[in-house]
């Protein structure tokens, strides 16, 4: 399942895009932050943000967000095309290592070891705050398919 995600992950990654994403948290809190208090449970107004953020992109794009009047799920894959477009192009850039062997072994047992040998690109993870009172990473579709992936399985397109 994972190589799946990463290959739509990937193909989500290079689609022509007339101009970036802007982050999540800059359109969705910010549509918060607008809103009276009456008004913040107003399906109408999620709903119109989520058209218009639509109407904005290509088919590709459309296509994988959904309908704007799920806007649970909307939002959803919003964040996940975003970290997607953020992610994925770094890591198609990055070098690829075609050492084998006993380099190839020390490499792997330096990362085992929690030792970075390189830093492919940078993102903000975000935290929550349980009913328990725990923190927990919260979830990330694309971190999580990213996981163990071999960086020679990203290339630029």
Aim: charged share 30%; aromatic share 6%.
């Amino acid at each position: 399942m994972p190589s799946e995600d990463i290959a739509r992950f990937i193909e989500l990654a290079n689609f022509p895009l007339d101009m970036p994403l802007q982050h999540p948290s800059l359109i969705f809190d910010s549509l918060v932050r607008r809103q009276t208090k009456g008004n913040i449970r107003n399906r109408e107004v999620w709903t119109r943000e989520c058209a218009d953020i639509s109407a904005r992109l290509p088919e590709t794009a459309r296509k994988f967000l959904g309908r704007p009047e799920d806007v649970p799920v909307f939002i959803e894959n919003y964040e996940t095309l975003f970290h997607v477009r953020e992610l994925i192009p770094p890591i198609a850039r990055a070098p690829k290592t075609s050492s084998s062997g006993f380099e190839q072994f020390k490499r792997n047992r330096r990362i085992s070891r929690g030792h970075h040998v390189a830093v492919l690109c940078q993102t903000s993870v975000e935290l929550v705050l349980q009913e328990d009172g725990a923190i927990r990473l919260a979830r990330n579709k694309v971190l999580e398919a990213l996981e163990d992936v071999n960086t020679d399985r990203i290339r630029p397109c």
